[in-house]
Structure formats: structure tokens, C-alpha cells
């Protein structure tokens, strides 16, 4: 297994080579993670930074957002791969502008997208009604 090891580093494999070296490089690639503050989202934002992405995401809490992002600035190997906003993205208007948005600071490039936002009711299909329905396609699919 050390023999593995050794291959792996010496070919600038990215597992702990920071900076995003190696054959899983996300160096010049542009990301997009909703829900990226907390849990899955959270390590989907670190992971594709620490590759080399530059990663926006978006919280619908502004104060998570702002200390995830002094959090990642603060961080070797994050700092400046991370920008954030705030965007509700149950709301037309704020997904609408969120991708006015990215689509700006990545000059209309988006290389990944990873929509990690999502939503369900725990109660019966059968006992939806027309809003539930809306609200879970707009927030999930659209």
C-alpha cells in the first residue's frame, strides 16, 4: 500500500496536494453549489475549492453565509476560491437573479452545477395541495 501512496503523490495526485494538482484538478473550472453553507452542500463548496474551482454558492441566511465565507477566506487553500450570495431559491425572482449574478462574476461561464437545495413535505402525496406542489417543483426542479 506505502508503494500506492508514493505513486499517487508522485504523480501530484489531489489528495493532500491542495490547490487542486493532480488528475481530479478543478484548476480553471467555475462551480455553482445552492446550500452550500451547512452539511453536503458545505463539503461539496470545500472540496471543489481545494481542487482549484472558483465556487459561488448561496445560503438563504445571510449570517451563515457571511461567517461560512470570512471561514473559508480565513483558510489556507480556500482563500478567495469562494464567493457567496444570498438567494432563496423556492423564489423565481431570486434564482433569476442569482444566475445574473454568477453568470457576471464568471463572465457566462458555468463549469459545474450542484444543486444541493431541496425540499419535501412529511405527509401524504394525497394530502398536498396546489401550493405544496408548486412550492416543491419551484424549489426543486425549476
Not at 1 to 7: H, I, K, L
Not at 60 to 74: G, P, T
Not at 98 to 104: H, K, P, Y
Not at 107 to 135: C, H, M, Q, W
Amino acid at each position: 500500500m506505502a508503494a500506492a501512496s508514493e505513486d499517487a503523490a508522485s504523480k501530484g495526485s489531489s489528495a493532500g496536494s491542495g490547490g487542486g494538482r493532480g488528475r481530479w484538478s478543478q484548476r480553471g473550472m467555475t462551480a455553482l453549489v445552492t446550500g452550500g453553507t451547512r452539511g453536503i452542500g458545505r463539503a461539496v463548496v470545500e472540496e471543489l475549492a481545494a481542487l482549484g474551482a472558483a465556487v459561488h454558492t448561496c445560503s438563504r441566511n445571510e449570517a451563515d453565509l457571511r461567517a461560512r465565507l470570512a471561514e473559508w477566506d480565513a483558510t489556507d487553500g480556500l482563500r478567495g476560491a469562494v464567493t457567496g450570495s444570498v438567494c432563496d431559491v423556492s423564489a423565481r425572482d431570486q434564482r433569476e437573479r442569482l444566475l445574473r449574478d454568477v453568470a457576471a462574476r464568471f463572465g457566462g461561464r458555468l463549469d459545474i452545477l450542484v444543486n444541493n437545495v431541496g425540499t419535501n413535505f412529511t405527509k401524504p402525496t394525497t394530502e398536498y395541495t396546489a401550493e405544496d406542489y408548486s412550492f416543491l417543483m419551484a424549489t426543486n426542479l425549476e
